[in-house]
């Protein structure tokens, strides 16, 4: 599994636990320093690699997992102070930058591969648009359900989507692309 943007590491750190190799990367050495703390203290093995994931320094990958930078918007329960940094250009920046990784990233899936894409935050822009987009761009992929969803948590599309008015938890949305030739 490669993590493109994984620090501080709890997927990365999840998935390791599970007994997956992972490949743990994020561009900002001082975020990984905590990664790599983390998995000292859980006791998980990860390999590591500062890289800027627009720019992955690998040529495949089978598993490419993204939790990409976002508006957080989410997360506002827990972090109601985030609102206030939010414009309307760092959302357009955000999405710039999110497509960016995104594409990147799809680059290193082979045939039968899959690229997760997640996000912390509502913003349509961010989450089924952005994902819509790079399918267009990129038709070898498709969404696919794991099955081991609540349906209630499931967008028509086959995305997660949770949203905290209906659930109780942080809002958060992922799709699974499976690349298919």
């Known amino acids: 599994v490669a993590d493109l943007c994984a620090a501080p590491g709890g997927k990365a750190l999840s998935l390791a636990g599970d007994g997956q190799r992972v ?11 905590i990664l790599r703390e983390n998995a000292g203290r859980v006791g998980v093995s990860l390999d590591f690699m500062v890289a800027d994931a627009r720019h992955p320094p690998l040529a495949r990958a089978d598993f490419v997992l993204l939790d990409v930078p976002c508006s957080g918007t989410g997360t506002f329960r827990r972090h109601p102070d985030a609102r206030w940094r939010l414009t309307e250009g760092t959302l357009d920046s955000l999405v710039g930058l999110q497509r960016e990784i995104l594409d ?26 952005q994902v819509r987009a790079y399918l267009e761009r990129h038709p070898r992929f498709r969404p696919e359900e794991t099955g081991s969803v609540l349906p209630r948590f499931m967008t028509g599309e086959g995305f997660l989507q949770v949203l905290p ?13 499976v690349r298919q030739t």
């Open 104 to 129: 990147a990233a799809g680059a290193l899936v082979p045939p039968g591969g899959t690229l997760v894409y997640s996000t912390c935050t509502l913003e349509e822009e961010e989450n089924q648009g």
């Open 23 to 33: 490949l743990a990367g994020d561009r900002s050495s001082a975020r990984m320093a």
């Open 165 to 177: 008015q209906d659930s109780g938890y942080d809002g958060s949305f992922a799709a699974r692309l």
